[in-house]
């Protein structure tokens, strides 16, 4: 059976349109890290997963943790919730 191919050119044009979002998942900055690899600013040759990026823009702005919050989030769960209402 004969697969679909991506209509690459249709995308290009509404890309250039401004009528499409493209969107990469969570997984996109791991693409070509080594396994087991970590990121360090300015030494790494690849991007940072989301918890090492949250984890350096949270010491750099000294921003303070709750005691129950993962390393994948910077902010705290007070600060969010009262956004979110």
């Known amino acids: 059976m004969d697969q679909l191919k991506p209509p ?3 995308i290009l044009d509404e890309l250039r349109k401004g009528k499409v979002i493209p969107f990469l998942g969570a997984g ?3 693409g070509n890290r080594a396994p087991n690899s970590t990121w360090e600013k300015g030494k790494s040759p690849h991007l940072p997963k989301g ?3 949250a984890e ?3 010491k750099k702005t000294a921003f ?3 005691a129950n919050q ?3 989030q910077p902010f705290p769960s007070t600060l969010i ?3 979110d209402a």
């Open 81 to 83: 919730s009262s956004a």
């Open 56 to 58: 350096h823009l949270a």
């Open 28 to 30: 996109a900055s791991l």
């Open 51 to 53: 918890s090492e990026l």
């Open 8 to 10: 690459y050119t249709l």
């Open 70 to 72: 993962s390393r994948s």
């Open 64 to 66: 303070p943790r709750d």
